[in-house]
């Protein structure tokens, strides 16, 4: 079996890479807007083609578009109109949020489309044989690409899950949140720490310590909820109100006081207290929404 891919990015190289690695198909072209990165991508990688244009893409038995979401119709309408692909064809783009549709007119021409999202972050560039190894991956589309993506992505190691394509927008509303606003957590969490007077790169390995804490802790625990700590889970107002003060940064308190809100239904307090905390938090929203 043999692949081609367009996108030499994060994805792009390490799915080809790990697809590489397991002996499960020889990369073909390797189409990217940028001619350098492609031929630094099949440099790193040892196969493939480096092109920049869609029109030289040649033969192949699945396609890979993983390109950011925004191209991907375009993409695909090309791929239609100048009838680059032949019928028979797997094509596969990887959104988290758009399903196989989008690949439609692909279809019309008998390609066999998917959607195929690896629940995970990968990172710039780094190149890891067992990325997928354990990674959950969301798929959905024809039956033909179905079976064909099915054994190439066990073999990886891979957990493959079905999704309904209407669903894929809240499917990766909670990807998004989970991995992307984590690490805006960490982020602002690190600041507030330097602002306490702690240096840049302590503070760095203290929130991925306390972080990484809270992981273990849901990981071993049967529901998220029960893994809460902390002020919010024990009703303590004046801590919260301690808090509220010291933030100086109206985005920041209004990230604290949305997040606090969300939590005290995770809680075990009783109705009054969760309503005199939701008072003083909703306080906190309102004075950030006009004051500075
Ligand atoms: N990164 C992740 O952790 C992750 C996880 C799951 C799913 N995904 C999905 O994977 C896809 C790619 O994401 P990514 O994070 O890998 O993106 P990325 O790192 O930004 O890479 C995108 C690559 O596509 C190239 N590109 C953009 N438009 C193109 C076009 N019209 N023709 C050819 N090449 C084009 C870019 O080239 P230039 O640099 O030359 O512009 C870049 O090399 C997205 O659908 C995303 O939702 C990503």
């Not at 094509?91 to 066999?112: E, K």
């Not at 991925?208 to 990981?219: C, K, P, T, V, W």
């Amino acid at each position: 079996m043999n692949f081609s891919l367009i996108g030499a990015g994060r994805l792009g190289k390490s799915l080809a890479f790990s697809l590489l690695h397991d002996d499960l198909g020889e990369l073909r072209d390797l189409c990217n807007t940028t001619l350098a990165s492609a031929h630094t991508a099949t440099k790193r990688l040892g196969a493939g083609r480096p092109i920049s244009s869609l029109t030289k893409l040649k033969d192949t038995d699945i396609l890979w578009i993983t390109v950011p979401d925004e191209h991907i119709a375009a993409i695909a309408n090309t791929l239609a109109e100048q009838h680059i692909l032949k019928p028979g064809t797997v094509v596969v783009h990887c959104s988290g949020v758009l399903s196989s549709a989008v690949l439609n007119p692909l279809t019309q021409l008998g390609c066999h489309t998917a959607s195929l999202h690896p629940f995970k972050a990968f990172s710039l560039n780094q190149l890891d044989p067992n990325a997928f190894q354990g990674c959950y991956c969301a798929l959905e589309g024809a039956p033909n690409a179905i079976n064909t993506l099915s054994p190439l992505f066990k073999q990886l190691g891979a957990v493959l899950i079905t999704i309904e394509p209407e669903k894929k927008a809240v499917y990766h509303a909670a990807a998004v949140i989970a991995s992307n606003y984590l690490v805006t957590m960490a982020a602002i969490s690190t600041k507030l720490l330097v602002e306490a007077g702690i240096d840049a790169a302590v503070a760095k390995r203290m929130i991925h310590q306390i972080m990484q804490s809270n992981l273990n802790n849901i990981e071993q625990a049967i529901t998220p909820e029960s893994a809460l700590t902390g002020p919010i889970a024990r009703g303590d107002t004046h801590t919260i109100k301690r808090h509220i003060k010291a933030l100086n940064e109206a985005s920041i308190r209004q990230l604290y006081a949305t997040a606090a809100l969300a939590t005290l239904p995770l809680t075990q307090l009783e109705a009054a207290q969760q309503q005199e905390m939701r008072k003083l938090l909703r306080a906190c929203q309102e004075i950030n929404v006009t004051g500075p």
